[in-house]
């Protein structure tokens, strides 16, 4: 994986996972990729519902996927939904949350098809 200075997402542990494996880096940086774009989509709409539980799914489901891009921002965003959704408590914050993802994801994103370019 090349050097990169991103400054959106860190890229260690998918090399860690991968062992260096280039397919395999591509291969989860679509699955990222496509996940990052399909389910943050979700949110806001299920925000909007009053839906937490379905909430707390969409963030269970990104929890893994962030992992690999390594944005600290999305990371402790989501998990901080996922633990009030899943648990009922301070719902009040679920669109301050959501509304930070949604302006952090579009710079990911950005980053990561970078690299899947490369």
Not at 31 to 60: K, R
Request: proline share 3%; net charge negative; with cysteine.
């Amino acid at each position: 994986m090349p050097d990169n200075n991103y400054q959106f997402i860190n890229l260690d542990y998918l090399e860690t996972i991968s062992g260096g494996d280039r397919v395999t880096q591509q291969t989860i940086l679509k699955i990222l990729c496509d996940d990052l774009e399909t389910l943050f989509a979700q949110l806001q709409p299920l925000a909007v519902q009053g839906a937490w539980q379905s909430i707390a799914e969409v963030a269970h489901k990104l929890k893994s996927s962030l992992a690999f891009a390594g944005n600290d921002v999305l990371t402790t965003c989501n998990n901080e939904l996922l633990e009030n959704t899943r648990l009922a408590k301070n719902l009040d914050k679920v669109p301050d949350l959501i509304q930070k993802m949604e302006k952090q994801t579009p710079l990911v994103l950005q980053e990561l098809y970078i690299e899947l370019a490369q």
